[in-house]
């Protein structure tokens, strides 16, 4: 779990952070708005919310050593679902290196949003808010081929991959190509 923080306002509810969380596995990502002032309490619902529920409890979740995550609180709800918290240490912050990757990518997209204003039209007219993006790019992160496995996370998921985004008519993105590749080139 990560935390992309000091993004620009978005959505109703005026976020300012993003919550990262990948599964080392199939190496999906979720990309979960939140405030950079959440509480211990706010990021286990959010988590619980959006991973428990639909992918079950991990085995071990690695993290570095944000003080949310080693809190009395932590502790005891990683006792209660039966989970191991593993750190990266701050002399090898790279113990995950796919991880890291792939954190700083989704990190690299969420700001590149805020930064310049990407847009996109929807029924309404235009709009920039890095919140409503988020689910089209974990999507189209998940239905991508990754390099390390030559297969997307969806289909190392779920078995089957899952239809991506297609490009609108009006896009200021053109061509075929993975939305995720025109964003990091």
Same mark, same amino acid.
């Given at each position: 779990?990560?935390?992309?923080?000091?993004?620009?306002?978005?959505?109703?509810?005026?976020?300012?952070?993003?919550?990262?969380?990948?599964?080392?596995?199939?190496?999906?990502?979720?990309? #979960?708005?939140?405030?950079?002032?959440?509480?211990?309490?706010?990021?286990?619902?959010?988590?619980?919310?959006?991973?428990?529920?639909?992918?079950?409890?991990?085995?071990?979740?690695?993290?570095?050593?944000?003080?949310?995550?080693?809190?009395?609180?932590?502790?005891?709800?990683?006792?209660?679902?039966?989970?191991?918290?593993?750190?990266?240490?701050?002399?090898?912050?790279?113990?995950?290196?796919?991880?890291?990757?792939?954190?700083?990518?989704?990190?690299?997209?969420?700001?590149?949003?805020?930064?310049?204003?990407?847009?996109?039209?929807?029924?309404?007219?235009?709009?920039?808010?890095?919140?409503? #993006?988020?689910?089209?790019?974990?999507?189209?992160?998940?239905?991508?081929?990754?390099?390390?496995?030559?297969?997307?996370?969806?289909?190392?998921?779920?078995?089957?991959?899952?239809?991506?985004?297609?490009?609108?008519?009006?896009?200021?993105?053109?061509?075929?190509?993975?939305?995720?590749? #025109? #964003?990091?080139?």
């Amino acid at each position: 779990m990560y935390w992309v923080t000091g993004l620009v306002p978005g959505g109703g509810e005026n976020f300012n952070a993003c919550l990262i969380i990948i599964d080392r596995f199939s190496e999906s990502v979720w990309c #979960l708005a939140c405030h950079m002032g959440d509480t211990e309490m706010d990021t286990a619902l959010l988590f619980y919310n959006n991973i428990i529920s639909t992918c079950g409890v991990p085995k071990i979740i690695i993290s570095d050593r944000d003080p949310k995550f080693i809190s009395g609180f932590w502790t005891n709800f990683y006792e209660i679902l039966g989970t191991k918290l593993a750190f990266s240490t701050a002399s090898y912050p790279q113990t995950d290196g796919l991880a890291e990757r792939m954190i700083h990518t989704m990190e690299y997209i969420i700001r590149r949003f805020c930064a310049y204003g990407m847009e996109y039209k929807d029924h309404e007219g235009y709009s920039n808010e890095w919140v409503t #993006l988020l689910p089209a790019v974990q999507l189209d992160y998940n239905t991508s081929q990754h390099s390390t496995t030559w297969k997307s996370p969806s289909l190392v998921e779920k078995g089957w991959n899952q239809l991506s985004t297609k490009q609108p008519k009006n896009s200021i993105i053109c061509g075929r190509e993975p939305m995720i590749e #025109l #964003l990091i080139a």
